[in-house]
């Protein structure tokens, strides 16, 4: 399947209030028309809370939630959660099926200036989701800021996808950071943010975007609106940006490494 048709909802998020939030995301994908894919922020049920993981839904409700949503709407849906396992927290990004199959992937890179380090445990490794014949792959937040964690590999990924809890002071750096990850990658890049504010007294603007490899803004969520953005992109486009303008070819080779995980 060569395009996808991607809703990404840019909303407000009831703090610590896993089943308001699930139901006010059943409601906005309810009133929609069919997307191959829809994008929720970062901690979707909570906020981005450092007691989410031990206050809120557990990991079966969250991911049974994704799972009949998906399978009613015959939609793929992705957006992370803080989740409480056996050994530890964590801000887990779960992206679903329409046949109710899942993968995810762990935040790796947490929040030191919220002490998202003392309460979640990092992510060892990134992923690659495929779907429908896109290869994606998934970014929480902060990630944002690591360039060589996100680096393409011999053009490994068609998509990437940021969830984000990202405060409106610092949204010039979101929107300039989506901007070059999409074209140092040559892919499709897609940032979903929430708005409003959390108990914490931050406030988030959203900016919201759908990006193409080659660097053209194709969708932006206004600012500060709680709102639902779709466009339709095509794998194709990146397949032909990448053999018309191969810089790929050039990237430098390097193995990362780190005391995580």
């Known amino acids: 399947m ?3 048709t991607v809703g990404v909802l840019q909303q407000p998020i009831i703090w610590m209030d896993g089943d308001a939030n699930l139901q006010h995301f059943s ?8 997307h191959d894919l829809w994008v929720l922020p970062e901690m979707f049920t909570t906020g981005f809370s450092m007691q989410a993981a031990t206050q809120s839904l557990s990991e079966a409700r969250v991911l049974g939630w994704l799972q009949a949503l998906a399978q009613k709407y015959d939609t793929a849906l992705c957006g992370s959660a803080a989740i ?11 992206f679903v099926t329409p046949q109710g199959d899942f993968s995810y992937y762990d935040k790796r890179h947490l929040f030191r200036m919220a002490n998202e380090h003392h ?5 060892a490794s990134r992923q690659i989701i495929e779907y429908r014949g896109w290869r994606i792959l998934p970014q929480i937040c902060y990630d944002l800021r690591f360039p060589a964690f996100s680096r393409t590999i011999n053009n490994d990924y068609d998509l990437m996808i940021y969830v984000a809890s990202w405060p ?13 990850r999409a074209i140092e990658n040559q892919s499709w890049v897609i940032g979903c943010n929430r708005v409003g504010e959390d ?11 759908i990006i193409a490899p080659e660097g053209e803004i194709i969708t932006s969520a206004l600012p500060a609106e709680a709102t639902v953005i779709t466009a339709t992109i095509d794998r194709q486009r990146v397949t032909a940006y990448r053999q018309a303008f191969p810089a790929w070819q050039d990237a430098d080779s390097f193995t990362l490494t780190s005391s995580v995980g």
């Open 84 to 94: 409480q396992l056996a050994d530890g927290a964590v801000n887990r990004f779960y």
């Open 168 to 180: 409106a002071a610092r949204a010039n750096h979101w929107q300039a950071l989506l901007l070059a």
């Open 2 to 4: 060569s395009t996808l």
């Open 27 to 34: 409601r906005l994908i309810a009133q929609s028309t069919h």
């Open 119 to 123: 309460h979640y445990k990092p992510g």
């Open 199 to 209: 108990e914490n007294g931050l406030s988030y603007r959203g900016d919201s975007q």
